[in-house]
């Protein structure tokens, strides 16, 4: 006989969600961290959603969540996720988890008439025990992140300027073409999805806008967006001392995009020493991003440029994926 009960969670219970992410957090010593804010979105409308909690009496010991893009049509994945309290480890509940949250997978792709569908999963490198399980289940590894870090104390070395580019702060003015440059990029990274203006809106209003960045190619009559960057913060420790949300002392680049046209004129180097210094005007202490690598690929020449401006590795995140 089990100790827990499965029940469906909503947006009302962020907290306990968010809770339980620290917890894992805390005791894996991640680099990265949630912020209760980010557990919030995992509830929000862009996304047709499933999520399930395991109970012990009044408290939450695990949590799974399928989510997909409204207006999925059948190319965009399902991915789940979910963690186990660190205390409940080694309960079971971990692959009791791992079944639901296919059950409830086939179950969302059945009710938006998905057909056969791809789920994926993302699980760090050091999880050894939660890859053999999903391999078990026929999960299968297709890319992996590279998660890169830099501390902010020393300033970034100055990089070749790009001839009649300015790199400005994107206001909203920019954000569909910013949208459609993304859009264009995501084509050549199978994992990445189309995002629509409403995606788009919504993801913004995650990201610190005042760090996010567009590079404007100047030439002709008027500017063309060459380039882009978006990031966020967040805190090493998750929450102030009072239980409140920490604005955060970490950037974080989510996004750094460069246009085929104006590729190799050094303009990636720029946009990332412009955030580097943004950041560092702000008195944040790191600055963190990913690169995405195959699977089987020994390393990437992307990781090695981005070790040439003083950025370390500090984990890896495996993209499992299967057809459901």
Not at 62 to 81: E, H, K, M, Q, W
Not at 185 to 193: D, G, H, M, Q, R
Not at 217 to 235: C, I, M, Q
Request: charged share 25%.
């Amino acid at each position: 006989m089990v100790d827990w009960i499965w029940t469906p969670l909503n947006a009302s219970d962020a907290a306990a969600v968010h809770a339980i992410i620290t917890a894992v957090e805390d005791a894996d010593a991640a680099a990265n961290r949630t912020t209760r804010r980010e557990v919030e979105s995992y509830f929000a409308g862009s996304h047709a959603w499933r999520a399930q909690g395991a109970w012990a009496g009044n408290e939450l010991v695990a949590f799974g969540l399928a989510r997909t893009p409204v207006d999925n049509a059948g190319d965009v994945p399902i991915t789940i996720s979910g963690g186990v309290a660190p205390t409940w480890r080694a309960h079971g509940i971990g692959r009791d988890l791992l079944e639901r949250q296919l059950m409830t997978a086939r179950g969302l792709a059945d009710e938006l008439n998905l057909g056969d569908v791809l789920v994926q999963m993302y699980v760090d490198v050091s999880q050894g025990a939660l890859f053999d399980m999903a391999s078990r289940f026929g999960f299968r590894s297709v890319s992996r992140y590279v998660q890169l870090r830099r501390s902010l104390d020393i300033a970034p070395t100055a990089t070749e300027t790009v001839p009649y580019v300015e790199i400005v702060k994107m206001s909203s003015d920019w954000f569909k073409d910013a949208r459609k440059a993304r859009n264009r990029v995501i084509a050549e990274n199978a994992t990445l999805t189309v995002m629509s203006g409403k995606e788009w809106d919504e993801r913004m209003e995650l990201m610190e806008q005042d760090m996010c960045l567009v590079a404007l190619d100047l030439f002709g009559d008027r500017p063309r967006l060459a380039g882009y960057v978006l990031a966020s913060r967040f805190a090493s420790d998750s929450s102030g001392e009072d239980g409140s949300e920490d604005m955060g002392d970490e950037g974080y680049i989510e996004e750094i995009v460069v246009l085929p046209e104006w590729r190799g004129k050094h303009l990636a180097s720029s946009l990332l020493t412009k955030a580097m210094e943004c950041f560092r005007s702000a008195g944040l202490r790191y600055i963190g991003l990913d690169v995405n690598v195959d699977y089987h690929a020994s390393d990437s020449d992307v990781v090695t440029v981005f070790e040439h401006f003083n950025f370390q590795r500090v984990a890896e995140t495996y993209i499992m994926t299967m057809t459901l």
